[in-house]
């Protein structure tokens, strides 16, 4: 069975999963600083992946140059 997904669908698709995993981010702020203070964090399907306290070095270990994956980044800070 092949089922087509129009383009607009498949970036409301990455948007919806991006939008879930920076909810999930800021839902789980305080337990994320306190294990993650003055690191970029890396999350994923709503986990927590990887994390660094240099941004290049996090980005070069996730290969994200040409990502099709829904991966939210933030720093966590006090």
Do not use: G, T
Request: aromatic share 16%; charged share 30%; net charge negative.
């Amino acid at each position: 069975m092949n089922i087509n997904i129009s383009e607009p669908d498949r970036c409301f698709v990455k948007y919806e999963k991006l939008r879930d995993n920076f909810d999930w981010f800021y839902s789980n702020y305080e337990e994320l600083r306190r294990d993650y203070n003055d690191q970029y964090v890396a999350i994923k399907d709503r986990k927590q992946i990887d994390s660094d306290f240099n941004f290049d070095l996090l980005l070069h270990r996730l290969n994200l140059s040409n990502c099709n994956d829904s991966i939210a980044i933030e720093y966590v800070n006090n």
